[in-house]
């Protein structure tokens, strides 16, 4: 199995910079695609930024400029850094992974949500 464990969330006065992490352990795995989504209170959860293996990078429109995702593969973290949060970037931030599980056999896929991490940003 895998698990996720994030962090770096918080409260922020808008034009303020938080730096989220997500730590990931388990079972022997190799991790594939990384990923954050948020969602906001009401909202449906929407992914704000994904990064491969390869290191390739996809955000969403409302957040290119602004944030960055990036990952250590050595120590299994994938991190967002926002800069310029608006108030409309409130929401609970999740982690997600598709990794490689070995561990018990035989290998499979699988796909694993952290538990989430709350950021607000105040006007």
């Known amino acids: 199995q895998v698990q996720l464990v994030e962090s770096g969330g918080g409260l922020v006065q808008a034009g303020g910079s938080l730096r989220l992490s997500c730590v990931a352990s388990?079972?022997?795995?190799?991790?594939?695609?990384m990923a954050w989504y948020r969602q906001a209170l009401g909202k449906q959860r929407e992914l704000v930024a994904g990064i491969t293996s390869a290191g390739s990078t996809n955000y969403a429109d409302s957040v290119k400029g602004r944030f960055t995702i990036s990952r250590e593969s050595a120590k299994n973290t994938v991190y967002l850094q926002m800069n310029s949060l608006k108030p409309e970037d409130t929401a609970v931030y999740f982690c997600?992974?598709?990794?490689?599980?070995?561990?018990?056999?035989?290998?499979?896929?699988?796909?694993?949500w952290g538990q989430g991490t709350l950021v607000t940003v105040s006007s």
């Open positions: 997600f992974v598709e990794a490689m599980s070995y561990s018990p056999p035989p290998p499979r896929d699988l796909e694993v």
């Open positions: 388990g079972s022997p795995f190799r991790l594939n695609r």
